[in-house]
């Protein structure tokens, strides 16, 4: 939907950029009737900065705003459970001193149901399939990520690693590039970067293109330098709310997006991936408290 993608965006947007966004997510319909001139007065900007907020969403123009907008409308009016998200929706992302409990739980929750929503939505089906293949056969998968990214890569690299790959998470930016220097073209790359931008994942994720792996990129900017050196680039989106802002806002699409990697990839190696499980099953239990461990 339109409107979750520019709630998606608007952090990233300058502060012009954001009275726009703001201003539509406050008034859909009010927003999707008039001109871009008439946006740009109401918003005390001007017809270029809307221009260039269309731009910023990557839509080609105002026009398409327009479209993009009544058909969110339509679909809206069209069906009960589309007006009830919209009602949910309307909830927003801020959370303030006198919400009570149940509002923050409802905050918090919606936040994260349309960021998983909307990036299971968008989720690029070729880019995740090639990514999954590719993953499927690589002798060796290096994965990086730094700070809550870093959290995200020793998870992809666990479950990876559990059914059989042999996945690494390196989350320090020497460390990473060492291994990066010794991948090959039959070797696999999965990136981490929620603003994609972060030095300590694109220095190691180029030198390993240089060496021939196959690069994959989980972002939430898919025109950010991250995404652009990657092979194949899956957009996350953020929840964000109060006091939860960057890859916090954005960890469970992510995680979402692992996921379905991971699912997939445990498909395609199905006779490797259940025999590793059947192999592992037992030592979660044996670790388990008051229960006699297996010799």
Known sequence: MITALIRSELPRMSDSLRKVGEAVLADPAAAGQGSAAELGRRTATSQATVTRFCRALGLESYQQLLIELAQEQGRSQAAPEARESARQAALGPRIGPEDDLEQVIAVVAQADLRAMRHTADHL??????????????????????????GMVAREAQARLFGIGCAAHAWTEVHSAETSAALLTPADTVLAVSHSGLTREVLEPLRLAADRG???????????SPVAQAADVALTSFSGETS????????????????DCLYARVAQLTY?????????????????????????
């Open 124 to 149: 690029d089906r070729e880019g995740l399939e090639k990514a999954a293949q590719a993953l499927s056969r690589a002798r060796r998968i290096d994965v990086y990520g730094v700070g809550g990214s």
């Open 213 to 223: 792996a196959f690069t994959v990129a989980v972002t939430g900017d898919p025109r």
């Open 243 to 258: 006091f939860r802002r960057g890859n916090f806002g954005t960890r469970h699409s992510v995680l979402l997006i692992v």
């Open 271 to 295: 006779e490797r991936a259940t025999a590793s499980m059947a192999l592992t099953a037992h030592i979660a239990d044996a670790h388990a408290a008051g229960r006699p461990r297996r010799r």
